[in-house]
């Protein structure tokens, strides 16, 4: 039976493509979870139309994430923390916290895996992080100075 994958399924596919699968895989599992439609002429022609609009549009975001990436290499993010008067921070300058910046910065969402840290940073100075996105490597530093 052809039926027309509505989200992506591993081992089967991707959404918008169209699959032959079992009548059983599609009756019982595929249609009841709203995963997959009956491939119909009409269907498919709609299928083909979105995924070149989707084609389109992840063309469109790789380009800007590239264009993003190409701006935070080597870009100075800066951070104004609270620490001791021998540099040791009071609370440590995380992932999440760089993304956060990043996000503010340059408009770029990124999620928690993009951000490389062996540890969370907890001393003042100038750190360099590797961010990771969309097929592309940048080298960021990170300035922590003491908060007055």
Not at 30 to 43: D, G, I, K, N, Y
Not at 119 to 135: A, D, E, L, N
Request: with cysteine; net charge positive.
């Amino acid at each position: 039976m052809k039926v027309i994958l509505k989200k992506d399924i591993p081992n089967v596919g991707q959404a918008g493509q169209v699959k032959e699968v079992s009548e059983g895989y599609a009756r019982n599992y595929l249609f009841p979870r709203q995963l997959a439609a009956v491939a119909t002429p009409e269907a498919i022609k709609r299928a083909e139309r979105q995924q070149s609009q989707r084609m389109v549009t992840d063309q469109k975001r790789h380009q800007q994430d590239k264009e993003a990436i190409g701006q935070l290499n080597n870009a100075v993010l800066e951070f104004h923390e609270p620490a001791t008067n021998e540099g040791h921070l009071f609370a440590s300058v995380k992932a999440s916290t760089i993304i956060e910046s990043i996000h503010r910065r340059f408009g770029l969402r990124l999620d928690e895996t993009a951000v490389k840290l062996e540890q969370p940073i907890k001393r003042t100075g100038r750190h360099t992080v590797t961010i990771k996105h969309g097929g592309q490597t940048a080298q960021c530093i990170i300035d922590i100075q003491t908060k007055s």
